[in-house]
């Protein structure tokens, strides 16, 4: 297995306060990677840190063999780095597939100038762009709803359509804001489902920042703990269960009160 | 905004098919322009077709630059600027009308890369107050230009346009002119917004995070839409002054700018229809409450508030409400 991403000594500073200290870790590619901690660890800092929205007071982060530190999210998602946000974020107003389209664009690669023109290579540009808008659609569930207006949907099609979004421009690897957070058990379960489809039948890497306990365990293959900005442990979801530190600084000893 | 047009091609996500249904508009345009030609004896009603004309190539600019979620404060500096470029052109250097319009245009745009390569890092409110500061500055700089810009007094006699070697010395003839460029103006926004760079712009003006988030750079795109909507206003104001042989500071003052805004505003944002309609119901106002000048504004203020509280989408939104209701896409 190759390093897909390597975060080297990651830290941020806010003012006096060290959000992340020193944070160090290696995703492999096809892994999915779980970062937990309790609330203010730093997980949501490091999550910003890696998909470019904040820049690092310190450190390297390298994805794909690129030193990509701080690069722009808009710069970082041509690479096929991609993010999702925590709450729903979609574009209200347009439809689903719409919505879908505006995260395909990021290839198209063709300037103004021709797209008004509609030269072939623009034709050919729309139909591989096209093409790529129907595949997101039917892998996420969401062809149903294609027409429909993103913002009058339900809150779990809404973290769905992020990301659908996400996936438009093609990632590699796919970071995730706290995709359970809001959604009832059932579309939780659904959503985990869907997780493991994109890395066993897309080849599609991801790393998730999560409270949900249930999902973290049952999907993740590799877990990072953080507490107050520093990586205590990191394992398999056994190896983190039953870890002394973990289980005194954030499962408790009864690690069902998270769940 | 095109719903109707997406619900007909199932499988197409927005991007326009060669030959899309946008051409469908064109005759429509096309009748609409004409008709001023009925009334064409009477020279106030032409006179008012062309400032119309012009305002729809301004507001347009302005559209373009809303599109991305901006509110400029000082559009009608740029347009100031292409006037005033395409003015000294003329006069000074004896240049042809299409050189002095292309060089009031290019200085707008330049001027538009410099300011937006500063400014477009703020956002909302802030983006306003600046862009509101640069307008007076402009002004303050044209009273200050001495004999350059003319100070208050600015240029008179300015030489009438010509193209391809017709003087268009009367009204009637300005207006194949204005009308032609309101109409280019317009199939351009219409083409500009089926293509995906059109569907950047709105995704910027949607949802800026997530935009940036799927790789539509936030700063890249709104400088292109300032660009292109300054570029535009330029365009405008090199036509008003060859149109009016006369331009002064305060024919570009923070009046006109806010006065675009309205007309954006009461038209509709977000479509292509919204400044023609605001440019075609709030041109000829002025005009016809001459005696009321000292009530005018306040009468603006007030349709600028109601139309924000009932009609947040202009105009154009009544079209898209009554479709809403008659249970249509």
Known sequence: MTALLTIEGLGKNFGGLAAVRDLSFTLNEGEIVGLIGPNGAGKSTAFNMISGALPPSAGRIVFAGEDITGRKPSQVVRHGLARTFQSATVYPKATVQENVYRGALCHLGVPVWAQIAQTAAYQSACRRVQEQVDLVLEITGLAPLRHEVAGELAYGHQKRIGVAVGLATRPRLLLLDEPAAGLNPEECAEFGRLLKTLRDAHGISLLFVEHHMALVMGTCEKIIVLVQGQKIAQGTADEIRHSPAVIEAYLGADEDAHA | ?329
């Open chain 2, 1 to 329: 905004m095109d719903n109707a047009s997406t619900m007909n091609r199932p499988s197409s996500a927005a991007p326009a098919a060669p030959g899309g249904p946008w051409r469908a508009w064109i005759p429509a345009l096309l009748a609409l322009f004409a008709l001023p030609l009925l009334l064409a004896g009477n020279p106030f009603y032409v006179h008012l077709a062309v400032l119309i004309c012009i305002n729809i190539v301004f507001v347009n600019g302005l559209s373009v630059i809303s599109r991305t979620g901006q509110l400029s404060f000082c559009h009608a500096a740029f347009m100031g600027m292409g006037a005033f470029t395409a003015v000294i052109c003329t006069t000074r250097l004896h240049t042809p009308f299409f050189v002095s319009v292309l060089a009031g245009v290019g200085v707008s745009v330049l001027v538009a890369w410099l300011l937006g390569a500063v400014i477009l890092r703020l956002q909302g409110v802030y983006f306003v107050l600046v862009t509101f500061c640069f307008g007076e500055l402009f002004r303050l700089v044209l009273l200050e230009g001495g004999s350059f810009t003319g100070g208050a007094n600015g240029i008179a006699n300015i030489p009438p346009a010509s193209v391809f070697g017709f003087a268009l010395d009367t009204k009637l003839s300005f207006y194949f002119l204005a009308a032609a460029s309101a109409f280019a103006s317009i199939v351009l926004l219409i083409a500009l917004f089926k293509t995906p760079r059109g569907h950047e712009l709105d995704a910027v003006g949607d949802n800026p995070d997530l935009a940036e988030a799927s790789g539509i750079g936030i700063q890249s795109t709104q400088m292109f839409a300032f660009l292109l909507g300054s570029g535009l206003a330029g365009f405008a104001g090199a036509l008003l002054a060859h149109y009016l042989g006369f331009v002064s500071p305060e024919s570009f003052s923070q009046h006109v700018s806010v006065a675009a805004i309205i007309m954006l505003v009461i038209g509709g944002r977000g479509s292509v229809v919204g400044p023609i309609l605001g440019a075609l119901i709030m041109t000829p106002l002025p005009e016809l409450f001459r005696s009321a000048i000292e009530t005018q504004n306040i009468l603006y203020g007030i349709t600028l508030i109601l139309v924000l509280k009932f009609l947040p989408m202009g105009l154009v939104g009544i079209g898209a409400r009554l479709r809403r209701k008659k249970g249509t896409p």
